[in-house]
């Protein structure tokens, strides 16, 4: 054993310093102040820009679609209704955590903002620990820091949204099954602190039979891992496949041990998750005669991604579908989805049945297009490995407006979006160097490409990627250290690229420490780092636009915010204030007629008629026919003295059949009242 070894199979990295007299040398990257540190910052970060969006969002206190179904239903639990009558349409688990802090605190923004912050400054600690585990100290709490300054992390931690919650509650069930021991052959640096072992309490299922943690220990992680599991699952519905980790990695843990004891370890794992399940699978069965295991709007999701009309990036709505009078719902697309597969088969149908009727169309639709189809599903997988954050309702990148630091941290620099463009492919080829170990680390290589496989199959975007993006920093870093350094990890004893010790850094381009290099090594990493480089060629510069259509309609609802509480405003007897938030409504809107029409009559109203024959006149540009616009228009030309122009509008406007007050004849003669501003129709 060499001098520098502390136990079998365990060497110092080659950067770590000894010490005399046979104490271990630590470096500044381990222990816990490190990950104080790291929780400190990134919770700083994310006060900042709570801060920004509070001063600069029109969507602050404003929220709009999930973000204000989420929040009434939240409030509704806390008057006591229970928030949904029937079955849940949606996961009823982010609305019980806006309830409960609702029930401690006011429920509104800011306190939700910051609550989510200490969740994803937490995230960011886990992210450290997993990536302690599996690449050491250093490469660990670098993952950390990625992920508290990661700019879509930061930016849907401030919406009301589901991902900070779902996020947190992932990345514990993938610690806790980490920690019970899940990975195979794990050995004793495989606890959290990667430099130091617990000491005296080895991993389960590490392959030592002398290890002595009890199995009762043990059950305890495997049944927290259960609790988040279960939790992510009624969070959010497509956690529900993600509880096959659970069994998967505590049959495979041990797989020279006691069977009796990895089967007890999968039963209390996953029986715990599908006990919290089913306290929803239940409630829904007894409320709505249905079973639905969480909520059903699952197959009308599935249609939106899968038909021929679907990008893969946005939701496709149904078309020809009418809602009958007096109907309303807050999700539209579920009561279209209801009335529509009702109308086709005639006959009223339970929540099931309306999901099941979606999906039979989706594969129906895939049957009869297999081409389209397979081509569409290829397209999602690259947009789910690809750098740029596509959204649905809001645009991320639009959004930088509102924050320097979103700006600074989020970089459309042309075809090529930062982060991703490097976080995505390198992560890619973390986990190819890492493939020797991916049985040894399957909770993490299972839990990525099960949650890809469930947003592939549906739609993506941003915020439906965003949880794995965690669990890939820490195959990020190390991948970047690899490919930059043309250095990889090797494990002591082995040879093969990539299948490495978490604390063993050694260089390509010398023979390895723990033996010579065997023939074909050299040309084996050269096709590697070939393949990593084309991989951020090909998914770092984007090869698809970001959708208009979302681009347009966040314009659309921004503009509408900042135009009701300019309207607020003016009502209130503030007209300054009210002309600035229209000025804001316009700089997201430019081409909206109302705005510049109301934006014209606040003008003329204090004598300025030339800025109001501006926004007329744009006013104008949109309703070419509107007498209103037109006599208004005339009366402000003028007020500045153009009196033929004048007539000429006012002759256009009465042709059009609008009424022509007497009295702005006499104005533009010059034998009017004196000029007291525009009136409003």
């Known amino acids: 054993m060499s001098k520098k070894q502390t136990h079998p199979g365990r060497r110092l990295p080659s950067s770590a310093p000894s010490r005399a007299s046979g104490k271990r040398g630590r470096s500044w990257t381990s222990g816990s102040a490190p990950l104080v540190m790291l929780f400190c910052g990134a919770l700083l970060v994310r006060v900042i820009y709570v801060l920004e969006i509070r001063a600069n969002s029109p969507f602050w206190n404003h929220p709009f679609l999930d973000a204000r179904y989420y929040l009434e239903w939240a409030r509704a639990i806390l008057s006591g209704s229970g928030g949904v009558e029937g079955i849940f349409v949606r996961a009823p688990g982010y609305p019980y955590f806006l309830a409960a802090i609702g029930a401690v605190f006011q429920l509104h923004h800011g306190t939700i903002a910051v609550a989510q912050a200490l969740l994803g400054s937490a995230s960011c600690v886990l992210v450290a620990l997993i990536g302690r585990r599996i690449w050491g100290d250093r490469i660990g709490l670098a993952a950390g820091w990625v992920a508290a300054f990661h700019g ?181 697309i579920i009561a279209l989805a209801t009335v529509g597969a009702e109308r086709d088969l005639g006959r009223r149908l339970k929540p099931s049945e309306v999901s099941a009727y979606w999906v039979r169309r989706a594969f129906s639709w895939m049957a009869s297009n297999p081409w389209q189809a397979a081509v569409l599903q290829l397209r999602k997988l690259y947009y789910f490995w690809a750098g740029c954050e596509y959204t649905n309702n809001e645009d991320i990148y639009d959004f930088r407006k509102y924050s320097v630091l979103l700006s600074a941290l989020l970089l459309p620099l042309g075809p090529v979006y930062l982060p991703g463009a490097l976080i995505m492919p390198l992560a890619l080829y973390g986990f190819w160097l890492k493939r020797g170990e991916s049985r040894r680390w399957i909770a993490v290589y299972a839990t990525v490409a099960i949650y890809m496989v469930t947003v592939v199959a549906f739609f993506v975007s941003s915020r439906h990627r965003l949880p794995v993006v965690p669990l890939c920093l820490p195959f990020a870093v190390g991948g970047a250290v690899a490919l930059l350094g043309r250095r990889t990890w090797r494990a002591p004893g082995r040879r093969r690229l990539g299948s490495g010790s978490p604390a063993d850094l050694t260089s390509v381009a010398g023979p390895a420490a723990s033996g010579e290099r065997r023939p074909g090594d050299a040309l084996r990493e050269r096709w590697s780092f070939v393949a990593a480089v084309a991989l951020l060629l090909f998914l770092g510069i984007n090869l698809d636009a970001r959708p208009q259509a979302t681009r347009t309609k966040f314009a659309a609802i921004a503009s509408a915010i900042w135009t009701e509480r300019a309207g607020e405003a003016e009502a209130s007897g503030q007209p300054d204030r009210a002309l600035a938030l229209y000025e804001q409504a316009l700089s997201e809107d430019p081409g909206d007629a109302l705005t510049h029409y109301r934006v014209a009559l606040l003008h003329g109203r204090s004598g300025r008629f030339r800025e109001s024959e501006e926004h007329l006149r744009r006013t104008l540009a949109a309703t070419p026919n509107d007498p209103v616009v037109l006599t208004n228009l005339a009366l402000s030309c003028a007020y500045q003295g153009k009196k033929e122009e004048a007539r000429q509008l006012l002759e256009r406007a009465r042709s059009l059949g609008g009424q022509v007050d007497p009295r702005l004849e006499a104005i533009i003669d010059g034998a009017g009242a004196t000029p007291s501003g525009l009136r409003a129709p």
């Not at 305890?220 to 096959?244: C, Y």
């Not at 505590?250 to 089913?278: F, H, W, Y």
């Open 152 to 332: 879509a992390l930061i930016y849907w931690g401030g919406e009301i949204l589901i991902e900070t919650l779902f996020i947190f509650q992932l990345l514990l069930m993938v610690l806790f099954v980490l920690e019970a021991g899940a990975s195979p052959g794990a050995s004793p640096e495989s606890s959290i602190r990667a430099d130091r072992p617990v000491e005296g309490v080895p991993l389960a299922g590490s392959g030592d039979p002398s290890a002595p943690r009890s199995a009762r220990h043990a059950l305890l992680w495997w049944l927290a891992a259960g609790a988040a599991g279960g939790l992510a699952a009624i969070t959010r519905p497509t956690g529900l496949p993600l509880l096959l980790v659970l069994p998967l990695c505590a049959l495979l843990a041990n797989p020279r041990g006691d069977r009796r004891q990895s089967a007890r370890a999968a039963a209390v794992a996953l029986g715990t998750a599908l006990a919290i399940v089913g306290a929803v699978t239940v409630r829904n069965a007894l409320v709505g005669g249905d079973f639905v295991p969480v909520a059903s709007h699952g197959g009308i999701n599935f249609w939106t991604g899968n038909n021929a009309k679907a990008d893969g990036k946005i939701v496709v709505i149904p078309e020809g579908i009418q809602l009958p009078p007096g109907m309303k719902d807050e999700d539209n």
